[in-house]
């Protein structure tokens, strides 16, 4: 199974950016989710990118965040720009094949003065 490792994250004032990484072990030609986890919460879906680069965002994301990736590396990216603190979570990443979920471990985020 490939391994899907996550860095990137780290603590950042409000208003300020970070840039996530996933890198994969393997090829993923799947479409790439990054989901996040707060505390006491459930996982939520952020954003998505499909294999040939189309992309959707969470409607409370949307403008600030940017999914990408780079076929060649087996990577995908999260630019976060205008962070607030509602952002603070373990963010990570994703992809389904067939009926298998593969996570990485996740990256924690943190966006506090």
């Known amino acids: 199974q490939v391994r899907l490792v996550e860095s990137g994250g780290g603590l950042v004032q409000p208003g300020g950016s970070l840039r996530l990484s996933c890198i994969a072990s393997g090829s993923i030609p799947y479409a790439m989710n990054w989901y996040r986890q707060a505390p006491t919460k459930q996982r939520e879906l952020v954003a998505t990118?499909?294999?040939?680069?189309?992309?959707n965002y969470a409607d409370s994301v949307k403008g600030r965040f940017t999914i990408s990736r780079d076929n060649a590396k087996n990577s995908v990216y999260l630019q976060m720009v205008n962070l607030r603190p509602e952002d603070t979570a373990v963010y990570y990443c994703?992809?389904?094949?067939?009926?298998?979920?593969?996570w990485g471990q996740g990256t924690q985020v943190t966006v506090s003065s």
């Open positions: 990118i499909s294999n040939g680069g189309s992309t």
């Open positions: 994703h992809y389904r094949r067939l009926i298998w979920d593969n």
